[in-house]
Every structure is written in structure tokens, then in C-alpha cells.
């Protein structure tokens, strides 16, 4: 089967590229033809590991920009290499534009995939939204939430954003190793959020709450994005430099995941986040937003909090922290990686999966 992968967002550290690369890797691992199609140039470390997975990668950066030539490049693309199926990955029928791209290239396959339960651009949403659902063969999404959001009244198949449960074991080793490299105390509390810095995300709201929290309290940002300035310049006017960290992207979230001892999202909206099946795979407590699904709590583990009551998040971060222990913590991850594993969040069983409805969907589509 030739299978081609979009992203339309940038094809780097973030939610939709670790689900796109995890279910590539996988699906050419069981011999099918892979590809992957980027609206950006790629770094030189993500195009080695598709070299590595016997990936293809293709880039057109003129998807906003000119989206008409976009559109026909792209149909060229589907075409010379005769994809069985066509799978975007975004939150919006701004998907249209993959979708009409394939149909003009005949792919019989065209499938969409929602990642989020909300769009930043509602009004064209609206007005592409009927050419889109004409337009889609099948339709899938990460979560029963973002699938109700986009597709409505529409079927729609759930593939779980999966992680790879063994790259998430926490040790001493590697925890004392990162927060040696963060200059922190034995004392010192590390609270943690990963994210692109945009309104989603939601950065700002720990700030003040940072600032009512004693010293021993200390917060790591990982992640960039648009907004990420303006974040540390509120960290400055609040004088929380030492205390706040900004880490950029990283490649090993899963080792930064073993230094922290609580995770926070206070995220506007959200799909099912892929940063928070992690933090909840490395076994952490998690305090998160209340307008993230509930679908999300796949460990017990989540306390869910509301955006308009920051004292409550004070309290219960206090209380959580105080609460846990990274002794704890090892003591509960088989139990933990059970229940991820038996809620449906096993990268390689997903992605096997996929593969599975792809099939029916091609021939379907014949």
C-alpha cells in the first residue's frame, strides 16, 4: 500500500508529528510504501530519521501563502506516485485543500484526521466545511471529542494518539542527570509543561500563579512558538528568571519527563494532547485545564481545574506535590503502563490498526 501522511502544520516537535512519525514508522516497519508531506523545511535530524525508517519526505512551504499553487503542486505529487491513500492531519476542513488535491490526482482515498476539538479560523471553516465533508472518503480523529467537533453527525474511526510505553520509564539516573543539567536542589519542586507557546497553550496563566508559589517551586517550559517572547517577558516584569525555565525544543522529552514531579496543561482547548498521554506514561500527576476532555485521564492521575479559579490551581498543585514522591512514582509504572496500554494507547497497536482501516478504506474507494 502507498500511503502518504500530511501535516498541515509545521512538521516539527509537536502532538500531530509525533502521532504522523510514530504511525509512519510503524506501518513501513509492516512494508508498506511511506510518505510524508511537510509544509516546511524539515531539520536536518528529522529528515535522518525517515531516511533511517525508509521514509519519503516531500515539502511544499506554499500552503498559506498560495494555497491555489498549492493545491495543484500537491495533486501533481499524489499523482506521479500513485498513492492509495491520502491522510491529513489537522483540525479544520481547511483540510479541503489536501482533500480536493488528492481527488484532482484521483486518489480514492482521502481521509481526515481532527486533532483538536476547536479552529483559530472559524469563519473560513464554515465556509469550506460542506466541499469538505463531499470531498472526505473516511474520517478518523484522536479522540470521541475532536471526531463530534469536526465531523458532527458524521462516523468517524478514533485512533489514539499512542506512545511508545517503554521510552517512558522513569529512572534515578536519568532524573538526577537533567535536573543536575537545570541546576536544581534535591528540595527544589519541578513543575512542567510542553507545548507550542501560542493562545492554546496558555502559557501566561502560570506565571501569576508561579509567583505565589514558594521558592522551592520551580517551572519548565518546553517547547517554542510565536508567543514564546512575550511569555519571557512577563517571566522578567515578575522577576521569575531563576525560577522559570524556558528549554526550547527538545529532543528527549521523555528523559526531561523523569525530572519533573508534576505536570500542568492549563490549555484553552485541546484534542487529546499528545504531551499529556506522555506525562501520564512517565507516571506523573497531572493538573490540568477543565476545557481539555475528560477522555483524557487514562491513569487516575489527572485532577481537572478550572482557568477562572487560579487559587485552586495554587492549592492543588501544593497538595500534589506534597503528596507524591519519585520513590512512589517507580513503585506504581507497571500498574500505570497497564492501564495506558489497556485504555488503547499503545503506539505499535494503534498504528497496526491504521493500517488495517486504511486497507478497507482503498479498497472501499475502488
Avoid at 465531523?151 to 494518539?161: A, E, G, L, R, T
Wanted: aromatic share 8%; hydrophobic share 40%.
Amino acid at each position: 500500500m502507498k500511503i502518504l501522511f500530511i501535516n498541515t502544520i509545521r512538521l516539527e516537535k509537536n502532538g500531530i508529528t509525533t502521532f504522523i512519525l510514530n504511525n509512519a514508522k510503524y506501518l513501513s516497519q509492516e512494508n508498506n510504501n511511506v510518505s510524508i508531506l511537510a509544509p516546511n523545511n524539515v531539520n536536518h535530524e528529522l529528515e535522518k530519521i525517515l531516511e533511517q525508517n525508509n521514509i519519503a519526505l516531500f515539502t511544499l512551504n506554499n500552503r498559506k501563502r498560495k494555497p491555489l499553487r498549492y493545491i495543484k503542486e500537491l495533486a501533481k505529487i499524489i499523482k506521479n506516485n500513485n498513492f492509495d491513500v491520502i491522510h491529513v492531519n489537522g483540525n479544520s476542513s481547511t483540510m479541503v485543500l489536501e482533500l480536493f488535491a488528492a481527488k484532482l490526482a484521483g486518489c480514492r482515498c482521502r481521509i481526515p484526521h481532527s486533532h483538536n476539538t476547536v479552529t483559530e479560523h472559524i469563519f473560513i471553516h464554515r465556509i469550506l466545511y460542506p466541499l469538505f465533508n463531499l470531498l472526505a472518503t473516511d474520517r478518523m480523529a484522536c479522540s470521541d471529542a475532536a471526531g463530534k467537533w469536526l465531523y458532527h453527525n458524521k462516523q468517524f474511526f478514533v485512533i489514539k494518539n499512542g506512545v511508545d510505553i517503554n521510552n517512558y520509564i522513569p529512572t534515578s539516573e536519568i532524573r538526577n542527570k537533567i535536573r543536575k543539567k537545570l541546576d536544581l536542589k534535591s528540595s527544589d519542586i519541578l513543575l512542567g509543561n510542553i507545548g507550542y507557546f501560542n493562545l492554546q497553550k496558555n502559557q501566561k496563566f502560570l506565571i501569576p500563579i508561579m509567583k505565589k508559589l514558594d521558592k522551592r517551586f520551580k517551572l519548565i517550559l518546553i517547547g517554542d512558538g510565536l508567543l514564546r517572547e512575550e511569555v519571557q517577558s512577563l517571566v522578567k516584569q515578575n522577576n521569575l528568571q531563576s525560577r522559570i525555565i524556558f528549554a526550547g525544543n527538545v529532543n528527549n522529552v521523555n528523559e526531561y519527563l523523569s525530572a519533573l514531579d508534576v505536570f500542568l496543561m492549563p490549555s484553552k482547548f485541546e484534542g487529546l494532547p499528545f504531551a499529556l498521554v506522555e506525562a501520564q506514561a512517565s507516571g506523573l500527576p497531572c493538573i490540568i485545564s477543565n476545557k481539555i476532555s475528560r477522555e483524557v485521564d487514562l491513569t487516575g492521575n489527572v485532577q481537572f481545574l478550572s482557568l477562572d479559579d487560579s487559587n485552586k490551581w495554587i492549592n492543588t498543585i501544593q497538595t500534589t506535590a506534597m503528596s507524591s514522591s519519585f520513590k512512589n512514582r517507580l513503585g506504581l509504572m507497571d500498574s500505570v503502563h497497564k492501564k495506558i496500554k489497556g485504555n488503547g494507547y499503545d503506539a505499535e497497536q494503534n498504528a497496526h490498526h491504521l493500517g488495517e482501516l486504511f486497507k478497507l478504506s482503498s479498497k472501499k474507494g475502488k
